[in-house]
């Protein structure tokens, strides 16, 4: 039975040719750091709650968004990607960058594999919180699990008017398409939502990081909103992607019941906020379940800024390693990734590809990697860092083909 099923939260599913979610990934699943009191991401994800009760409020002074922080992040792959219109051929769905179960379910990539669920529910005001999965590469700011918050407005007909100052047309007759916007909705309703999208944003980051940041909008493209932003803020010294947004593509509202209406939409990384706002100078560190890390956000400040302080930096340990990519198998960078965080777990701060090579002959590739070891509670000995070193290689030639140079 083991063979044939993975279990995933404890209910079993038929492996097939997609899976290839590990025991390290699944065994992620349930702790919700975010829902965790006194954890500094559930203190963000609080600051995130309180702008939109306190910015939104009903006639009786009632939020009216609703928040969803329990939702399980087994979905179906409609839900992450067809549901959004993500085009079959789009790279994040392919097997190198997400964690399928099999090839009907899939750990949630983003958060706004909800979105059409809950417009389909009824509700017009929301935000998610929930983990995430995603392959990728490893270093301070990446890590295969992570949080993020999906929010979406959609606008009553009154609100709209309300802004506008008269009576308006959410729809274009021309179905006049252009970079600014989709080809159904009116330019003037377009306006409307884009511009209240930016402020709302804009107000929000100000409010959670209780600063007049300095920020600036960037174009970007997402299938599931045009047009679509991205909001970059510059803080300690630096430019830092806050989050991705756009108005929500017609046809998704329409699927889902709401093809009357115009809304926006948006998503941002927990962590990617969360680390500049405490200091936290880790993604690791967000795992550690050391009391000198979770003790410092016990009694938290009025204006709910805490500065991290590093229990101490201890020193890192440097190993490299080279082989040649198997010939027949396909290989790619990220199955590697895995692997080390497989068998290194969180003594692996970075690894980087620093050299690559074609043999002129035979034409087989090798490629060299940098693994930088780090303890985040204490100093690692070489030998144990040439222990796990050892099991990575063996592994490696074992499970991806590799051979060791
Ligand atoms: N889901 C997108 C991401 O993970 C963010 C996003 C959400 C963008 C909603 C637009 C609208 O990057």
Redesign the pocket.
């Known amino acids: 039975l083991a063979l044939e099923t993975v279990l995933v939260d404890g209910k079993p599913f038929k492996r097939d040719e997609y899976t290839n979610v590990t025991p390290n990934i699944l065994s992620f699943i349930g702790t919700n750091n975010h829902n965790r009191i006194g954890h500094p991401l559930c203190l963000f994800k609080q600051r995130l709650i309180d702008f939109f009760y306190g910015h939104f409020k009903g006639r009786t002074g009632n939020p009216i968004f609703s928040i969803y922080d329990k939702i399980n992040p087994v979905v179906t792959i409609n839900e992450n990607f067809d549901s959004?219109l993500v085009p079959k051929n789009h790279p994040s769905r392919n097997k190198t960058d997400s964690y399928y179960i099999n090839k009907t379910y899939m750990l949630r990539?983003?958060?706004?594999a909800h979105?059409s669920e809950l417009i389909k529910m009824g509700l017009d005001n929301f935000v998610i919180f929930g983990d995430?999965y995603r392959r990728d590469e490893i270093d301070s700011t990446h890590y295969p699990v992570f949080h993020?918050a999906?929010?979406?407005h959609i606008f009553t007909p009154n609100e709209l008017e309300l802004i506008h100052g008269s009576n308006i047309n959410i729809f274009d007759p021309n179905q006049y398409i252009s970079n600014e916007k989709q080809g159904v909705y009116s330019k003037e309703a377009n306006e409307i939502v884009t511009n209240h999208l930016k402020n709302t944003l804009v107000s929000m980051i100000k409010q959670v990081f209780d600063e007049d940041i300095e920020y600036r909008w960037l174009t970007?493209y997402?299938p599931?909103?045009h047009p679509?932003f991205e909001l970059e803020i510059y803080y300690n010294g630096q430019w830092i992607e806050a989050?991705?947004?756009?108005v929500?593509q017609h046809e998704i509202l329409k699927n889902s019941g709401a093809g009357n209406r115009i809304g926006?939409?948006?998503?941002?990384?927990l962590e990617r906020l969360a680390m500049p706002f405490y200091s936290i100078p880790d993604i690791r560190i967000f795992w550690s379940n050391d009391s000198g890390f979770l003790n410092q956000f016990e009694n938290i400040p009025k204006d709910g800024r805490i500065k991290y302080k590093p229990v101490s930096i201890y020193p890192q340990c440097i190993n490299d390693i080279s082989f040649w990519l198997p010939e027949e198998k396909p290989y790619c960078s990220n199955d590697f990734y895995e692997l080390v965080r497989e068998y290194g777990g969180h003594l692996v701060e970075q690894v980087k590809l620093i050299d690559e090579f074609q043999h002129p002959k035979t034409k087989n590739v090798s490629h060299c990697y940098r693994i930088v070891y780090r303890h985040l509670e204490r100093t690692l000995n070489q030998e144990e860092v040439n222990e796990v070193h050892k099991l990575i290689e063996t592994n490696a030639t074992k499970i991806l083909g590799i051979k060791i140079r």
């Open positions: 959004l990539a983003h958060a706004t979105q995430v993020q999906d929010g979406v970007e997402f599931f909103t679509s989050l991705g947004c756009g929500i926006w939409a948006f998503g941002l990384g």
